[in-house]
Every structure is written in structure tokens, then in C-alpha cells.
T-cell receptor
Framework: KAGVTQTPRYLIKTRGQQVTLSCSPI?????VSWYQQTPGQGLQFLFE???????NKGNFPGRFSGRQFSNSRSEMNVSTLELGDSALYLC????????????FGQGTRLTVV | GQQVMQIPQYQHVQEGEDFTTYCNSS?????IQWYKQRPGGHPVFLIQ?????EVKKQKRLTFQFGEAKKNSSLHITATQTTDVGTYFC??????????FGAGTILRVKS
């Protein structure tokens, strides 16, 4: 069974630009969560989508948004990029329900210059 | 919001020594999960603990969930160089939202 696939793996953007990251969950998984990982703040929850609906949201500004498609693939968008948005963005998929293990993708390393 | 405190931040051990990392919450947890992230890698699920006082073992790794379901620990016996990485605890905060501890970086000297 294929794992969680995130594209692209690496991205360099300029301040003020916007970026879209993609995540394809494990086949059959309906829940996709996004996390931001930085050396200073660690792993922070961005949002979770389940059956195309945002089910949970973390404490990030509205510049961070996401969506999920009918095939469970998810995208997250960051608009008006800031230097502080440089991070590893991780996507995790789960089968369903509450509390099952999360399977993480390799992540997208975003650098904002 | 829910917070999980994890200590220590770093631990350097000699190969063959034991290692322990601890997680604490001020609130009762429904469950706690543990993940390992190798340098340059992504978090990989190790285990989930659900019951009060639960103890689970995976080879040299022992996971415990406190009686009050407010703390948890991961103990590695006789560390090996393959154990290097960052170990995270994570509490479920509704749906599949995970609140992660800060992680403990384990370095093993051979």
C-alpha cells in the first residue's frame, strides 16, 4: 500500500507570494491533517479535513487555508508569505474516527526568502 | 488549549545505556501516542496507550501511561545507534487533532 505522498518536497518562495502544497493520503483514509514543524515551535497542528469538511483548526492566521477533495486528496495554501512561514509542512492521514495512528508524509520543506 | 510538556529536551547517552523521556499534561488525556522522527525524516507512529496504568513493550522499548492518565513515559533499554532521533508524545485533542510535546532528541555515542 502506498504511503502518504506530499508534493513538492522542496520549495523556495519570496515574501508576499502564495504557495499551494499537496497531500495524497493512504488509499481509504478519509482524514487528512496538516502540521507545521519548526525548530522553535515544534510540531503545530494547522487543520484537519474529514470527508471534505474542515473538522479541526489550529491557531494559525487566516493566511493558512486548506481544502479536501472527494478523493481525499488535500491541499493547503499559504498566502502573503512571511519569512516566519519557513518550515517543514507535514501532512498526516488517518483511517477515520478519533485517535487512530497518524501516517505522516515526507513533508514539504518551504523556504521563504 | 491542551498542552503536553515533554522532558528532557536532549539526551546524549553512551551506546548500551538506557534512555527515558517523559510527558505530562495538566488535564486527563483520552489517549497518548508516541512517534519517532529520524534526522531528516518524518514522524513515524510507535504506539498508542489508552487505558489507565497501561504498559506496553516493543522489544527494547517500554511505554507507560499513568494511573491518572496525565503522564506517560518511553523507556529504551540498552540503546543502540539505530535509536537516534527525536521522540515525541502526542495527545489527541478531538477528531484526529494531535497536540505534540516538544520532543526529546536522543543522541547515542558508540
Amino acid at each position: 500500500k502506498a504511503g502518504v505522498t506530499q508534493t513538492p518536497r522542496y520549495l523556495i518562495k519570496t515574501r508576499g507570494q502564495q504557495v499551494t502544497l499537496s497531500c495524497s493520503p493512504i488509499s481509504g483514509h478519509r482524514s487528512v491533517s496538516w502540521y507545521q514543524q519548526t525548530p522553535g515551535q515544534g510540531l503545530q497542528f494547522l487543520f484537519e479535513y474529514f470527508s471534505e469538511t474542515q473538522r479541526n483548526k489550529g491557531n494559525f492566521p487566516g493566511r493558512f487555508s486548506g481544502r479536501q477533495f472527494s478523493n481525499s486528496r488535500s491541499e493547503m495554501n499559504v498566502s502573503t508569505l512571511e519569512l516566519g512561514d519557513s518550515a517543514l509542512y507535514l501532512c498526516a492521514s488517518s483511517l477515520s474516527g478519533q485517535g487512530p495512528e497518524a501516517f505522516f508524509g515526507q513533508g514539504t520543506r518551504l523556504t521563504v526568502v | 488549549g491542551q498542552q503536553v510538556m515533554q522532558i528532557p529536551q536532549y539526551q546524549h547517552v553512551q551506546e548500551g545505556e538506557d534512555f527515558t523521556t517523559y510527558c505530562n499534561s495538566s488535564t486527563t488525556l483520552s489517549n497518548i501516542q508516541w512517534y519517532k522522527q529520524r534526522p531528516g525524516g518524518h514522524p513515524v507512529f510507535l504506539i498508542q496507550l489508552v487505558k489507565s496504568g497501561e504498559v506496553k513493550k516493543q522489544k527494547r522499548l517500554t511505554f507507560q501511561f499513568g494511573e491518572a492518565k496525565k503522564n506517560s513515559s518511553l523507556h529504551i533499554t540498552a540503546t543502540q545507534t539505530t535509536d537516534v532521533g527525536t521522540y515525541f508524545c502526542a495527545a489527541n485533542a478531538g477528531g484526529n487533532k494531535l497536540v505534540f510535546g516538544a520532543g526529546t532528541i536522543l543522541r547515542v555515542k558508540s
